[in-house]
């Protein structure tokens, strides 16, 4: 089955740091550029960082640059997203989505359930 | 940045009925523009792709429509299942794309 599978969300104090995790499986992971978006409770869709099939190329949203960091092994299908220095304000849900690209136009065609974030003292 | 305002934020309708959802961007991404419906507790499902496009699978009770700035989502006959709310996204400023506040369609 295609999937992908975040982890690593829970409870965790201002000031502090959490690593999510997204698991692929059913497709060649090695292939495909991937994305982090997140939706604060009740809220929309932000995208927050873009990481090319190599790993080589990685963009962030304006919210979290210099915070976090995304990151990949494609031996271990996984895709990563380590978060320092959390705000109240990253309180929501993680998806990692995959885009499909035909010719320049892209969209996301497979989500994650997501992993749920609470920055909370 | 590429901004997307969708209206109306919300709406009330009726089994069978015709809804129509707008997106509008702050510039003109032509036709990149995709649609997405999202169900309570779930991740998005894509659902419309270069403003037109519907993906497989998607019943032909969705269309969308537009280019350059202004954009519309049309469900021609609203079913149960449809209660949902959906989010237009630009995909002319890739990767750093963005999406629109959403639309909640809820049951009256």
């Known amino acids: 089955e295609v999937q992908l599978v975040e982890s690593g969300g829970g409870l965790v104090q201002p000031g502090g740091s959490l690593r999510l995790s997204c698991a692929a499986s059913?497709?060649?992971?090695?292939?495909?550029?991937m994305n982090w978006v997140r939706q604060a409770p009740g809220k929309g869709l932000e995208w927050l960082s873009y990481i090319s099939s190599s790993g080589s190329t990685i963009y962030y949203a304006d919210s979290v640059k210099g915070r976090f960091t995304i990151s990949r092994d494609n031996a271990k299908n996984s895709l990563y997203l380590q978060m320092n220095s959390l705000r109240a304000e990253d309180t929501a849900v993680y998806y990692c989505?995959?885009?499909?690209?035909?010719?320049?136009?892209?969209?996301?065609?497979?989500w994650g359930r997501g992993t749920l974030v609470t920055v909370s003292s | 940045d590429i901004q997307m305002t969708q209206s109306p934020s919300s709406l009330s309708a009726s089994v069978g009925d015709r809804v129509t959802i707008t997106c509008r961007a702050s510039q003109n991404i032509s036709s990149y523009l995709n649609w997405y419906q999202q169900k309570p507790g779930k991740a998005p499902e894509f659902l419309i792709y270069?403003?037109?496009s519907l993906q497989s699978g998607v019943p032909s009770r969705f269309s969308g429509s537009g280019s350059g700035t202004d954009f519309t989502l049309t469900i021609s006959s609203l079913q149960p299942e449809d209660y949902a709310t959906y989010y237009c996204q630009q995909s002319y400023s890739t990767p750093a794309v963005t999406f629109g506040g959403g639309t909640k369609v809820e049951i009256k």
């Open positions: 989505a995959r885009p499909r690209i035909i010719t320049t136009y892209w969209y996301f065609d497979l």
């Open positions: 270069t403003a037109s």
């Open positions: 059913g497709f060649i992971f090695s292939s495909y550029e």
